[in-house]
């Protein structure tokens, strides 16, 4: 049995190539802030627990009965505008999975004529991933309090300790389960919505019985998307990284320039080194975005057509493949 997963790797690269040129700033500007915004879903916070030495009469493995107004009151603020931010972006990211999926079913790139068309649907997937990624995140977060309640309030560990061992199959199972639902959600069920304008569960209703008749199929899409994910990802990581040295030198030259003047600890040094830091940031999140267009245009049209050979109703690359066509 040909694997579609296997044989469609050159044609996602030639469709990419067909894509991608010829090379135009606005193009691939706009692709670049699509990239920014999508991947393998939506990442949510992880709780982060740990012990640190106190101060005063508070001994360890006991909680203050009590924390100034002002600290609480600006620790719940921060915790608000966190999550916050992270629920915009990752609305923002559910819309763009639309527009980078129109753009290159139909070979052109506009943000905003495609933002206006999908943003309800952008909205359902939203949706669709925080009532998948929230109870996820919530047994997880039950899974490591069995450890950290009991350093906290001083009990015997051992019991919560077991429960913890016990738990990591049975958490391994579900992050198998949340990946593939996200992943699959992703790259699948998008374009499905696109091409019958409908919500999530309902493109999960026609996407399922695919799975389950060819599920060989499937599976080998996961492995070879994985290894895919894994390849590119790090030279991507390379790439970043020798730029970001590369940029990191004029801004160690102007640290020293400010040091050697006016002092990096002095008020005026601050404030001349807070640009320069925010500059390099930025240019180094443009340079991972831009790297990150190729990657993403492929994997995507990678997975475009193995649904489209899995299931010929499925396929949105009917107008592109001729394009790439053998002569």
Do not use: N
Not at 49 to 55: A, E, I, Q, R, V
């Amino acid at each position: 049995m040909a694997l579609h997963a296997v044989e469609d790797l050159e044609e996602a690269f030639g469709v990419s190539r067909e894509f991608l040129t010829p090379v135009t700033p606005r193009r691939w500007l706009t692709l670049a802030l699509v990239a920014l915004f999508v991947g393998g879903g939506v990442s949510f916070p992880t709780a982060q627990f740990g012990t640190s030495s106190t101060s005063g009469d508070v001994p360890v493995g006991e909680v203050p009965s009590a924390l100034p107004v002002d600290l609480l009151t600006l620790a719940v603020a921060a915790v608000g505008v966190g999550l916050l931010f992270l629920a915009v972006v990752a609305l923002i990211g559910a819309v763009m999975e639309f527009v980078l999926i129109e753009s290159l079913r139909t070979g052109e790139v506009t943000l905003r004529r495609y933002w206006r068309r999908r943003w309800r649907q952008g909205l359902r997937l939203f949706g669709f991933r925080i009532a998948i990624g929230l109870p996820t995140l919530a047994l997880f977060g039950g899974w490591a309090a069995l450890l950290v309640v009991p350093v906290l309030t001083g009990r015997d560990p051992g019991f919560s300790a077991a429960a913890f061992l016990i738990g990591i199959p049975l958490l391994s199972l579900v992050s198998v389960a949340y990946a593939l639902v996200s992943g699959f959600t992703t790259v699948f069920v998008v374009a499905l919505m696109i091409q019958s304008d409908s919500g999530v569960l309902a493109a999960w209703r026609r996407l399922w019985p695919s799975i389950k008749r060819s599920w060989k199929q499937y599976l080998a899409y996961v492995v070879v998307a994985f290894l895919l994910t894994v390849a590119t990802g790090i030279v991507v990581s390379v790439v970043v990284g020798i730029v970001a040295v590369v940029l990191l030198v004029p801004v160690l030259v102007a640290v020293a320039v400010v040091h050697a003047t006016v002092s990096v600890t002095s008020p005026i040094g601050l404030v001349l080194l807070v640009p320069i830091a925010l500059l390099f940031g930025v240019a180094v999140l443009a340079v991972g975005a831009l790297a990150r267009v190729p990657v993403v245009t492929y994997l995507r049209y990678h997975a475009l057509l193995v649904l489209g050979d899995v299931e010929e109703s499925f396929d949105v690359l009917a107008d592109r493949r001729p394009l790439v066509a053998d002569p």
